[in-house]
């Protein structure tokens, strides 16, 4: 693994050496420089930075990478799918019984936006997996942009199905008026840690991963012959990289979905 | 002691917090498993429950071993 070679420093050296607000510039290598962000192109609108930085670039490719794949696979539309139109359909087929499995049938309505979550996250975690490349997920922001905006529209979902008899979510039927002042503050403090623990599973996830990766790849060259041992665990790692990249995409779509059911039906399952 | 120190036996505490994650991961495959034994017909829809699962038991591992990658590296 050679993030930690100055590939991403070379292109961020200008930016850094104008504006040296990139002050977290580490004096060593390590594991952790891969998830530096670079500045590529600045740009400023007010006082606000919208520069062009690496990981930007990287959402682009993502998204560019998402929609080739969508367009491209269902441009023949034929009755008997081929191959890139297999996967397509595949891919919609997984989150439409998804959505439809853990919202019902009345979250139709939400199934382009938890098809976009669902692409954007597997696209992201999967090209992440090329060596050099750049993890957008890996960054707490983005996972938490997405989570806190989930947390928020859901929010206000359920607040404008329900009305004020939301608050009733968080006393659920069937519990003795006793356990009440015990279980209220329980369900509330689990309510407000869903957007905390949906972005940090995700992030962590990436995080952990890559930041191993690049750990045992400093092993493989420290040991000389013996590297080979390193060697052969990263290949192992890499293949559950792949799985928990996929895997994550997944959990993130199917909690959301589970949460907008939440909002939807309270409690009546 | 030095911080250079602290930080390497930080991150080795910091570690047993992923013991966690094998007992919750082995309990949910065990409970995959018995219940395939009672009702194997059943098997692939509930498969979707367990990878949740899975990944629900594993993200609290994950953020026992972010910490001790903070620790050692922040």
Known sequence: MAEHTNGAGGEG?????????????????????????????EMKIGGLDVSLTNSSVWML????????FMLVGMRHRALVPGRGQSMAEMAYELVANMVRDNVGSEGRRYFPFIFSLF???LFANVLGLIPLSFTVTSHIIVTFALAGLIFVGVTVLGFVRHGIKFFTFFLPPGVPIFLAPLLVPIELISYFVRPVSLSVRLAANM?????????????VIAMGVFGIAPLIFIVAIYGLEAIVAVLQAYVFAVLTCLYISDALHMHQH | MEPEAAKLIGAGLATIGVAGAGVGIGTIFGAYV??????PSVAPQVFGNVLLGFALSEATAIFALVLAFLILFG
């Open chain 1, 13 to 41: 050296n200008t930016g850094e050496a104008a504006h040296g607000a990139e002050a977290g510039e580490a004096a060593h290598h390590g594991p952790i420089d891969q998830f530096e962000i670079d500045r590529l192109i």
């Open chain 1, 61 to 68: 490719i993502v998204i560019v990478a998402a929609s080739v």
């Open chain 1, 119 to 121: 692409m954007f996250i």
């Open chain 1, 207 to 219: 995080f952990a991963g890559h930041t191993m990766l690049a750990v045992f790849g400093g092993f």
């Open chain 2, 34 to 39: 018995l219940g395939t034994f009672r009702n």
